[in-house]
């Protein structure tokens, strides 16, 4: 998946300037940065939920010359948050993401999403009474559904996702994140917009940090998740320590007034 | 009246009348339903009432009427429920319908006839007329329209002569809704009945009833209030008429003058007419010898 | 806009709706077959249903009177009934998905102003039109102007909210509100330029009837009416998409725009035809599908056919009460459904009300 030259502008503010963006199938990469950067403006803009200039590109394929229909069979976009306007039930809303003329054992998988979110036996409770946590994981499961496959003919499909963990207790963020690296691992691309940068450092093969509208820093999570990029773009210090068995960087935030113990 | 509805008018009298007589003599009608007060009227006054099974809404007088099933309003007529009461003749007044209600009620052979309505001592002659050739009275028509007639000739020269070349300006008041005036302009049955009664209409600008401005009331100074009698209590309800402030300054309110007529015997125009001519002409003028 | 959020009590709920709602829909057939059955037998006059049949089955032939209850004024009202109550409620409920409020109704863009408007002009000033357009139209002018005033109005309203190929249903709601505004000052000027009688139609007409149902208003209905429900399979996936919002519903691979474009379209047809021969009735398309809603859930595919086929028992049902209980004269049936309808609906809402303990 390509983008070249992203610019938006919303209202009289530019938002983005002329934003290169890549990621590669087989590999999840992350957009991090500041609120603000323009990260979930630059993931609408390649979903072509805002208007944009520049050139989108998912397997090759201008997306602007694409189908609703031929881009949902190539990704599938979760929302950061979805309010539904009638009391459909949760098994209702994953069956969504189903297309027409099936197979039996297509038909399946909502339920089998579901089990993979972490919410076996959910799909009769309606969707409004659940909590923001568990509707954010039944949208994931209705994405899903959608691409079940991450490779379907030799071509990869591309799951993207703003901000899949917001509101996710730390026992979910692990149970999306690991289902967001076996869908890699199993040829699809993973496209996500990220807050939690130890996360990212977890989960991420590649970091894509914005600021102000651009670019900043992109490569592996060692070479972007350094102090002097985040002191940077988030403006106080973060230093970043690496985990001793692996080298994984982690955040260890240093509170400017710090309790007295 | 535009030339246009004046021909129109009287095109559909000769062809109605045609009909009729058409009618009349294939066989006489015996189950009619009357449409309108004042063709229901006329039919009572041609003493043809055992043949009336059923009447409008609008159809209240004589008294006797109200025995009769109502088939609802003339102009939303339903036609199975005309059609229920097994008619063969249906007399009603200009405008009754819907259309569509009467072409199912001619394919059903009931016989329709259609009464012309205008506001006139000639239309209410002519309505007796087609009413008469309708139920197949013809002669008994002649004989009650002599008499309409020359009793309307003769109560409009008396009015004429109590006005004695003063005529009164009369408003005549719809309803007074939310403190508006609805008043009857020119080509409605409230400004006929005020020219027969030797009065003038004080509302001349425009046609049919609608909301008069206070100030347009102000100025149309009328000498007397004219309004449908709508029961309860006369005095306190006229007391509270001319204390809107559009009236205050007007002669009617000065000298209390508020004129209370039954509506259908006021607007029908049908054969009490010149009663009811001869009520407003006194209200108007006071007892004349 | 503000969204209603309803939430059925937990743990009554069925393993799945989809066959609950194939289940309702075999009884709503029962449903309008019996109600349709009764319509024909019931009426103000002392025609029997039964009487006809067995004079028929016998080779007898029926009465001219009976004949012309029976084939000219209540199976031509039947007919009307079943095309408008069908169109209200599937209007009704293809609007509520696409605006994503189950307050919405087909006035939202425009049919009820632009139909009223037209109706009125031609109730008014019918008789200043060229004679060639009056034999043209003959008793037809209020119903077929009130068609192409809904119609015209929508297009309007659609033009309005429709940039660079995306139709703003926010926009389209506001611009109903001004065009709304417009359409009730221009009949207010007809209004008070009507005379007497004509004002008396204007009411009547607002109140709805199919007391004027002739085969001349079913023959043409039924083709505008019909290619109108036509679409609703194709559209049920999209509207069900549509509540997860516009950009989410594109993501799972609707066209959008196509929806809209169906929705508005087929649904100025359904309600311009059902307005224009049967005048104003209200509350069948929000009482109808907020009931299955109430029943089966959400899902547009089995909520388009039963709102088609309750709406249509429903309004048959409003018909013979507006036709019998003041018989021989009838109540306009736009009375029947208010006086009906509206008590239900609230009855809904205060049971829900307490049930949920807000």
């Not at chain 1, 209202?11 to 992350?30: D, I, M, R, W, Y």
């Not at chain 1, 500041?34 to 609408?44: A, D």
């Not at chain 3, 611009?175 to 359409?183: E, H, P, Q, S």
């Not at chain 3, 989410?248 to 087929?266: E, M």
């Amino acid at each position: 998946m390509q983008a070249f030259d992203i610019e938006v502008v919303l209202g009289k503010s530019q938002v983005l300037n002329g934003v290169n963006f890549t990621a590669k199938p087989g590999e999840v990469t992350a957009i991090v940065g500041p609120n603000g950067s323009g990260k979930t403006t630059l993931l609408r803009a390649m979903t072509g939920e805002i208007p944009y200039s520049g050139k989108v590109l998912l397997n090759n394929k201008n997306v602007a010359g694409l189908k609703p229909w031929q881009l949902a069979a190539l990704r599938g976009v979760q929302p950061q948050s979805t309010t539904i306007a009638f009391p459909f039930t949760v098994l209702e809303i994953v069956r969504l993401g189903l297309t027409a003329g099936l197979s039996a054992a297509e038909k399946e998988l909502p339920l089998r999403a579901l089990e993979k979110v972490g919410l076996t036996g959910f799909g009769n409770r309606m969707y409004q009474d659940l909590s923001g946590g568990e509707q954010q994981r039944v949208q994931l499961a209705r994405v899903l559904t959608q691409i079940w496959r991450p490779v379907v003919d030799g071509a990869p499909r591309w799951l993207i996702l703003d901000e899949p963990v917001a509101s996710l207790d730390i026992g979910h963020q692990f149970t999306v994140m690991d289902l967001t690296r076996d869908f890699s691992a199993r040829g699809g691309g993973v496209v996500a917009v990220m807050h939690d940068l130890n996360l990212t450092a977890m989960f991420a093969d590649k970091v894509v940090l914005m600021d102000a509208g651009h670019i900043a820093a992109q490569g592996s999570p060692q070479s972007v998740l350094t102090d002097a990029n985040l002191a940077q773009t988030y403006g106080c210090p973060l230093p970043v320590c690496t985990t001793p068995h692996d080298g994984t960087p982690f955040l260890l935030p240093q509170a400017r007034h710090a309790r007295v113990t | 009246m535009s030339v246009f509805s004046r021909l129109y008018t009287t095109s559909s009298l000769l062809i109605v009348a045609t009909m009729a007589s058409h009618m009349a003599l294939a066989q006489p009608a015996s189950r009619i339903v009357t449409v309108g007060g004042s063709v229901t009227e006329i039919v009572y006054a041609l003493d043809q009432q055992d043949r009336i099974i059923a009447r409008d809404t609008t159809s209240s007088y004589p008294d006797q009427v109200a025995k009769l099933p109502d088939i609802g309003y003339a102009r939303a007529l339903s036609p199975e429920g005309v059609l229920s009461v097994a008619p063969d003749l249906i007399i009603a007044i200009e405008g009754a319908g819907p259309p569509e209600t009467i072409d199912v009620l001619q394919s059903a052979q009931v016989g329709f006839v259609s009464v012309p309505e205008v506001f006139t001592a000639d239309g209410i002659v002519a309505k007796i007329r087609t009413v008469g050739a309708a139920v197949d009275q013809v002669q008994a028509a002649e004989v009650l329209v002599t008499q309409v007639a020359s009793e309307l000739t003769e109560a409009q020269n008396a009015a004429q002569k109590a006005a004695n070349g003063d005529p009164k300006k009369v408003l005549f008041i719809l309803s007074t809704q939310g403190g508006r005036i609805m008043a009857g302009g020119t080509n409605t049955a409230a400004d006929g009945i005020i020219h027969m009664a030797g009065g003038i209409n004080a509302v001349t600008a425009f046609d049919g009833y609608k909301p008069l401005t206070d100030e347009a009331v102000t100025i149309a100074a009328p000498d007397v209030i004219l309004m449908m009698d709508r029961g309860g209590d006369h005095g306190a309800a006229a007391k509270e008429l001319l204390a809107m402030p559009a009236l205050i300054p007007t002669p009617a309110a000065q000298n209390g003058k508020v004129v209370r007529m039954n509506g259908l015997h006021l607007l029908g125009f049908g054969p009490r007419t010149a009663s009811a001519i001869t009520e407003l002409s006194q209200a108007l003028y006071g007892e004349t010898n | 806009m503000s969204l209603t959020i309803e939430m059925p009590k937990r743990g009554s709920l069925p393993v799945d709706r989809r066959v609950q709602a194939r289940q309702l829909t075999v009884i709503l057939v029962a449903l309008l077959a019996a109600t349709s059955v009764l319509s024909l037998a019931w009426g103000a006059s002392g025609t029997s249903l039964w009487g006809a049949l067995v004079d028929l089955a016998a080779g007898r032939e029926l009465s001219r009177l009976d004949s012309i209850v029976l084939f000219d004024i209540r199976l031509p009202r039947l007919c009307l009934g079943i095309l408008v109550g069908a169109s209200l409620a599937v209007s009704g409920a293809v609007m509520q998905g696409l605006f994503r409020n189950p307050l919405a109704d087909p006035g939202i863009v425009g049919v009820s102003a632009g139909a009223g408007l037209a109706a009125i002009s031609a109730i008014v000033l019918g008789a200043f039109l060229p004679p060639a357009i009056r034999d043209l139209t003959g008793n037809y002018l209020v119903p077929v102007s009130a068609f192409f005033g809904g119609w015209g109005s929508t297009l309007i309203l659609y033009r309005v909210s429709t940039r660079r190929g995306q139709t703003s249903v926010a926009t389209m709601l506001l611009a109903g509100i001004a065009l709304g505004a417009l359409a009730g000052a221009l009949s207010g000027i007809l209004v008070y330029m009507a005379d007497d009688n004509q004002l008396r139609d204007l009411t009547f007409w607002g109140m709805g009837s199919l007391a004027g149902a002739t085969w001349t208003k079913v023959l043409a209905a039924t083709p505008i009416v019909l290619a109108a429900l036509a679409v609703a399979p194709f559209i049920a996936r999209g509207l069900n998409g549509l509540a997860l919002g516009e950009a989410a519903a594109g993501h799972t691979g609707i066209s959008v725009q196509r929806v809209k474009n169906i929705s508005i379209l087929s649904v100025a047809a359904a309600t311009g035809a059902a307005v224009a021969v049967a005048g104003g009735i209200g509350f069948i398309g929000i009482v109808v599908p907020h009931l299955l809603r109430l029943a089966t859930g959400p899902d547009h595919h089995s909520l388009l056919p039963n709102a088609a086929l309750l709406g249509a028992s429903l309004l048959l049902a409003a018909d013979m009460i507006a036709r019998t209980v003041i018989a021989p004269a009838e109540l306009p049936i736009g009375i029947v459904t208010a006086v009906l309808g509206a008590p239900v609906f609230l009855w809904i809402l205060l049971k829900r009300h307490g049930a949920m303990g807000l």
